[in-house]
């Protein structure tokens, strides 16, 4: 009997031990607690908030919301956001504060190329901290000016001269009759006194008036260029500055004309092509004392 009690008090405390084992590794399977804050950027319409291309001179709205450790319940203290350009830290913001829930919008200007980094971090005052980030990539922006080819010095004549009269800025070339009747097509503007008003003039090929009163013969022209006209407030120091490349104004076609008359020396044309191209022409001289000749500056986009 006694040795049947011996038996069953081992059975029970094996039991015991085993009961007491499982509910130790139970336990240990447990995940742990994590003692951080919560930080994450904002996803809304508008934020950018995810790796992505951009352009130099945008601007992007970075949203943060940061909150306490639910179970810690310890205050936020500090706040940071940095941006990284290749590889060149700067803190945009380092803020102390003492609140449960962070949120807060920056708007910042992608201001030069590269490959940029966003991390923002919130920290509590057990000194926990978490921290999220995006990249983004930079591209250069692309150069608005156009490049631009200059003929200087180009002298012009009108029916009493010997010198041509029709200038095409694609080829940059001065025309006789006989040359620009073969080359109608090249044609962009021309150089002649106005009959009405007897005055120095420069006109598209598709004006009604040069057509009119037979001009050189080009009332047989098949082709005819749309050239458009405009005199402008440019000073000849604007006209001279201008390099190999350059920002033409917009071009406002109800401003335009498709006859320039009563040229003075001095004055400067913006003009639009038949294909789109713009350009001035400058005036330089127009031998008063002479009369039909004029000499004259073509800038002119490539």
């Given amino acids: 009997m006694k040795k049947f009690k011996s038996a069953m008090l081992l059975i029970v405390m094996?039991?015991?031990i085993?009961?007491?084992?499982?509910?130790?590794?139970?336990?240990?399977?447990?995940?742990?607690?994590?003692?951080?804050?919560a930080i994450t950027f904002k996803v809304d319409a508008g934020f950018t908030a995810s790796d992505g291309d951009?352009?130099?001179?945008?601007?992007?709205?970075?949203?943060?919301?940061?909150?306490?450790?639910?179970i810690t319940k310890k205050k936020l203290t500090n706040f940071t956001l940095v941006r990284t350009i290749d590889g060149t830290a700067e803190t945009i913001t380092d803020e102390t504060i003492d609140i449960e829930t962070f949120n807060k919008d920056y708007t910042i200007e992608l201001s030069v190329p590269g490959n940029y980094k966003f991390t923002a971090k919130i920290t509590d005052e057990d000194s926990k901290s978490a921290e999220t980030s995006f990249e983004l990539t930079v591209d250069?922006?692309?150069?608005?000016?156009?490049?631009v080819k200059k003929n200087s010095d180009l002298e012009l004549g009108s029916t009493n001269d010997t010198l041509g009269s029709f200038y095409s800025t694609n080829y940059e070339q001065v025309y006789k009759i006989e040359e620009a009747a073969d080359n109608q097509e090249k044609v962009d503007f021309i150089f002649w006194k106005d009959p009405r008003v007897?005055?120095?003039?420069?006109?598209?090929?598709d004006n009604d008036l040069i057509g009119s009163v037979n001009f050189l013969g080009i009332h047989t022209w098949t082709v005819k260029n749309e050239t458009r006209f405009i005199i402008t407030e440019m000073t000849a120091e604007d006209f001279n500055a201008i390099e190999d490349k350059y920002l033409f104004p917009e071009f406002d076609p109800e401003a335009a004309a498709d006859l320039a008359s009563n040229l003075q020396a001095g004055d400067i044309l913006f003009f639009r092509t038949q294909e789109g191209k713009h350009g001035y022409i400058r005036i330089i001289d127009l031998y008063n004392t002479r009369g039909d000749r004029a000499l004259i500056d073509v800038i002119v986009e490539e």
């Fill in 198 to 205: 007897k005055a120095n003039s420069i006109t598209s090929p």
């Fill in 54 to 70: 951009f352009t130099e001179g945008d601007e992007i709205k970075i949203g943060v919301v940061a909150n306490q450790n639910l």
């Fill in 18 to 37: 085993v009961s007491t084992s499982c509910k130790k590794d139970e336990k240990n399977d447990e995940p742990p607690i994590d003692p951080r804050p």
């Fill in 140 to 147: 250069e922006k692309p150069d608005p000016r156009v490049p």
């Fill in 14 to 16: 094996a039991i015991a």
